[in-house]
């Protein structure tokens, strides 16, 4: 029974890489986007008419992106630093704390999980439990699920 918390987990990654996966036709308009400009000679204004065209057809920057990119000799960090308006820094990456977590819905979750398979719990059951729940919540490996400050 307790594979079947992994088996969803893993279901939830996978949703979760394909919604941020590049579509067949994404990665053909990133191609022929490109193609229009010299990646040996790319203007600011350059970078900032692909940094809109991709926005436009609502594709994040992604290790996916910038891949393909590089496929094509293009560095996806280049053209994002030389499409970023003069002294504006980079958006700061998204914060996965504890702050950001609703401690309850972490209990009420893991009291569901431990009612459902406290009499058959191995400790291989309880690191995919633990496993689970830093998915879910987006915890770090090392982060603690408690705030035990004072």
Do not use: C
């Not at 590049?22 to 010299?38: C, I, N, R, S, Y």
């Not at 820094?89 to 609703?102: F, K, T």
Request: avoid cysteine; aromatic fraction near 4%.
């Amino acid at each position: 029974m307790i594979n079947s918390i992994g088996s969803s987990s893993n279901f939830v990654t996978q949703q979760s890489s394909q919604a941020s996966a590049l579509t067949q036709e994404q990665t053909d308009f990133v191609k022929e986007t490109l193609a229009e400009f010299d990646a040996e000679n790319l203007s600011a204004e350059d970078a900032q008419s692909i940094q809109a065209a991709l926005e436009e057809q609502g594709i994040s920057p992604t290790k996916e992106l910038a891949d393909l990119m590089g496929e094509l000799e293009f560095d996806a960090k280049s053209i994002g630093d030389a499409g970023r308006p003069e002294g504006q820094r980079p958006p700061p990456p998204p914060q996965n704390s504890l702050e950001s977590v609703d401690t309850d819905e972490v209990v009420s979750y893991l009291d569901e999980l431990l009612s459902e398979y406290s009499n058959q719990l191995s400790d291989e059951d309880k690191e995919s439990i633990l496993s689970s729940v830093q998915e879910k919540f987006g915890l770090s490996e090392g982060d603690s699920l408690l705030n035990v400050t004072a």
